[in-house]
């Protein structure tokens, strides 16, 4: 009877014991895993991408103004088929050239007071305002700012003066994204790692990500800076900073 009392005392107290210590085990657990997660390294991804315009657009105006409409309009269809005919004699096929609807202001007066010599006075001006614009498609993107010049050069020689600028189609930006992106989540991960190195730890998994906004720089286009601006106008610059939070093991 003595015996099998002292049996279960012994079973109760070794039963004690192993709780205790499974206790103290979980506990240990519990507070490293709490004390990991404290553990956290903070760091940016750069991505930059360089963006080639996959069109181009050569845009020419020119307008006339004076009292008589049907001079005006005759004026601007006579510079409009002299100019046509300048392009299409100089490689442009009819259907790269698009001619748009004629623009007529007519402010329905003749004169406006104006401040001269510290007075009000009456100044004649022209009743009508006619406005042509034509624009032409341009396949050799690379080459688009030179024929250009060459355009405006041989226009004004033949008194066929006008405005003309370039206009640059690019990819969406949609297009793109996932793999500027990725790119920047690779670099941040590559400096988590050398971080995580040098304090002789390991890099986890990802606590949180924040994706900053996605900028575009070049010629024409005014964004945020970056590192290198192209010069080339046919091309943009993407850019974008992620910044990673990562786990330390």
Same mark, same amino acid.
Request: glycine residues 6%.
């Given at each position: 009877?003595?015996?099998?009392?002292? @049996?279960?005392?012994?079973?109760?107290? @070794? &039963?004690?014991?192993?709780?205790?210590?499974?206790?103290?085990?979980?506990?240990?657990?519990?507070?490293?895993?709490?004390?990991?997660?404290?553990?956290?390294?903070?760091?940016?991804?750069?991505?930059?991408?360089?963006?080639?315009?996959?069109?181009?657009?050569?845009?020419?105006?020119? *307008?006339?103004?004076?009292?008589? /409409?049907?001079?005006?309009?005759?004026?601007?269809?006579?510079?409009? *088929?002299? %100019?046509?005919?300048? /392009?299409?004699?100089?490689?442009?096929?009819?259907?790269?050239?698009?001619?748009?609807?004629?623009?007529?202001?007519?402010?329905?007066?003749?004169?406006?007071?104006?401040?001269?010599?510290?007075?009000?006075?009456?100044?004649?001006?022209?009743?009508?305002?006619?406005?042509?614009?034509?624009?032409?498609?341009?396949?050799?993107?690379?080459?688009?700012?030179?024929?250009?010049?060459?355009?405006?050069?041989?226009?004004?020689?033949?008194?066929?003066?006008?405005?003309?600028?370039?206009?640059?189609?690019?990819?969406?930006?949609?297009?793109?994204?996932?793999?500027?992106? &990725?790119?920047?989540?690779?670099?941040?991960? %590559? &400096?988590?790692?050398?971080?995580?190195?040098?304090?002789?730890?390991?890099?986890?998994? %990802?606590?949180?990500?924040?994706?900053?906004?996605?900028?575009?720089?070049?010629?024409?286009?005014?964004?945020?800076?970056?590192?290198?601006?192209?010069?080339?106008?046919?091309?943009?610059?993407?850019?974008?900073? *992620?910044?990673?939070?990562?786990?330390?093991?």
């Amino acid at each position: 009877m003595n015996d099998n009392t002292g @049996f279960k005392s012994i079973l109760h107290s @070794f &039963a004690l014991l192993l709780g205790l210590i499974l206790l103290g085990f979980f506990v240990y657990k519990g507070m490293k895993t709490f004390s990991d997660k404290d553990r956290v390294v903070t760091v940016k991804g750069l991505a930059e991408m360089n963006m080639m315009a996959n069109a181009a657009t050569i845009t020419l105006d020119f *307008s006339f103004s004076g009292d008589d /409409l049907q001079a005006l309009m005759k004026q601007t269809e006579t510079k409009k *088929s002299a %100019i046509l005919d300048y /392009l299409t004699s100089n490689g442009f096929a009819p259907d790269e050239i698009t001619t748009n609807n004629l623009d007529v202001t007519d402010r329905q007066r003749y004169y406006e007071n104006q401040w001269m010599d510290g007075k009000t006075v009456q100044v004649k001006i022209d009743r009508y305002t006619v406005f042509q614009s034509l624009a032409v498609q341009s396949k050799d993107v690379q080459n688009t700012e030179n024929r250009t010049s060459r355009i405006k050069l041989d226009l004004v020689s033949k008194d066929l003066t006008c405005n003309i600028y370039t206009n640059y189609i690019f990819p969406e930006l949609n297009d793109i994204k996932p793999q500027l992106i &990725a790119e920047s989540t690779k670099n941040a991960r %590559i &400096a988590g790692e050398q971080f995580a190195n040098d304090s002789q730890a390991k890099l986890g998994k %990802i606590k949180t990500a924040s994706q900053g906004q996605i900028t575009i720089a070049g010629r024409y286009y005014y964004g945020e800076e970056s590192s290198d601006i192209p010069k080339e106008p046919y091309i943009q610059k993407a850019r974008v900073v *992620s910044t990673i939070v990562f786990f330390l093991e």
